[in-house]
């Protein structure tokens, strides 16, 4: 065991505090990673702040985490002390089961979340807001040269979970893009959507961030505020990417698709949707969720990103500023995420 610093939650309505917490020895198909920089994903604040069920404080979240190996055990080949990596949402999963053999660990009953989930030695795993973490070797992802690890550690979650959609529903040159929500998710989904050949255009709360979205690469920008964005876009696209954290009126959505068009969410809000089944019925369309993504996949888009030169945009805190980080988030305040520079842990 070693003892290493982090920060965590210790009860939902408290600001997260530094602490210290044990990593275990590695093991022989582990990988001892020091943490450059960690990612801040809303689904932090939605576990810490216990609004998605019961929550094992004290807890170190962080699930978007890059740095450097540090120490590999006996067994592991794939990866070597000083190689640049990252580690997403995932620590473990089975590699037995038909969906772990086909590289969707996602979907695997017996997967093991980075932060908050039960460890093979009963243990709860503890997340990135910490300078050190031991992972399975199978669950480290390669960072490849050219992206730099802060910008590369929203792309463990915030990337994956925007690709793998967009990877799904075979979005590419000729697609109609919708991305809901410019925030960490929003703001990578355009640049992988725009990437991958896809006219794209961002429904936002507000025209606040316009320019942003138009650098970003989109090709529309519109409120939905306004009323006459959901008139004026009827029929529009074959795909729409949710990534709002809060509850949304999705039956005016729906109209916005063309016919056998897809809504897609990935944002995680609490409250049920309600969705009439005529806004379905007519023009055939889909509702559908996605959760992050597999291994595979990850690498995969890593390794797009570093081709076409996307990075997340990010805003580097120490970590004294995590508390009012996360209020900003809440707020819809952050262009486009906040990176937690582990050295001032
Ligand atoms: P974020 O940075 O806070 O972005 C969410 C965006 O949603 C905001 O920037 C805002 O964009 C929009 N929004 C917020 N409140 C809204 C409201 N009341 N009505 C309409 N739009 C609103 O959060 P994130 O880190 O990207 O995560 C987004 C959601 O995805 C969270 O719920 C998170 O837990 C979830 N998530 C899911 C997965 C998965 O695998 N499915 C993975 C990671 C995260 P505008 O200001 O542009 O309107
Ligand atoms: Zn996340």
């Known amino acids: 065991m070693r003892t290493v610093k982090a920060w965590a939650a210790t009860a ?7 602490t210290t917490i044990e990593r275990r020895d590695v093991g022989e198909n582990d990988v001892l990673i020091e943490i450059a920089y960690a990612g801040v994903c809303h689904s932090d604040i939605h576990t810490a702040r216990a609004e998605w069920g019961d929550v094992p404080y004290p807890l170190v979240v962080g699930h978007e985490i890059a740095g450097t190996v540090a120490e590999v055990g006996s067994a592991v080949t794939t990866h070597a002390v000083g190689d640049r990596v990252g580690v997403g949402c995932l620590v473990n999963s089975c590699g037995e089961c038909e969906q772990c053999r086909a590289g969707n660990e996602q979907y695997c009953p017996d997967q093991i979340g980075t932060y908050a989930a039960k460890d093979r030695d009963g243990s709860i795993t503890q997340g990135g807001y910490s300078t050190h973490v031991v992972v399975d070797a199978d669950f480290v992802l390669r960072i490849p040269e050219g992206i730099g690890l802060d910008v590369a550690a929203p792309l463990l979650c ?3 979970t925007t690709w793998s959609p967009l990877r799904r529903w075979g979005v590419g040159p000729g697609s109609k893009v919708a991305v809901v929500g410019l925030g960490g998710l929003g703001h990578m ?4 959507a725009v990437a991958l050949g896809a006219e794209v255009t961002v ?3 507000s025209l606040k961030k316009q320019e942003d979205g138009l650098a970003l690469g989109a090709s529309e920008y519109r409120a939905t505020s306004e009323e006459s964005t959901f008139t004026d876009l ?3 696209f074959d795909l729409i990417l949710s990534t709002v ?6 039956r005016q959505y729906m109209a916005m698709l063309a016919p056998e ?5 990935v944002g995680a809000p609490v409250e049920p949707f309600e969705v009439p089944a005529f806004s379905l019925i007519m023009g055939g369309k889909s509702l559908s969720g996605s959760n992050i993504g597999g291994i595979p996949a990850t690498q995969e888009m890593l390794d797009f990103c570093a081709e076409k030169g996307i990075g997340a945009q990010v805003e580097v805190i120490p970590a004294e500023k995590v508390n009012e980080a996360w209020d900003r988030v809440v707020a819809s305040d952050v262009r486009y995420r906040f990176v937690i520079d582990a050295a001032t842990i």
Not at 12 to 18: C, I
Not at 189 to 192: P, R
Not at 261 to 265: R, S
Request: proline letters at 10%.
């Open 12 to 18: 939902a309505t408290e600001p997260l505090t530094p």
């Open 158 to 160: 915030a990337g994956i």
């Open 189 to 192: 989904g355009v640049q992988l």
């Open 203 to 205: 429904l936002s709360q």
């Open 234 to 236: 009827r029929g529009e």
């Open 245 to 250: 954290s809060a509850e949304l009126p999705i």
């Open 261 to 265: 068009g897809t809504f897609v969410n």
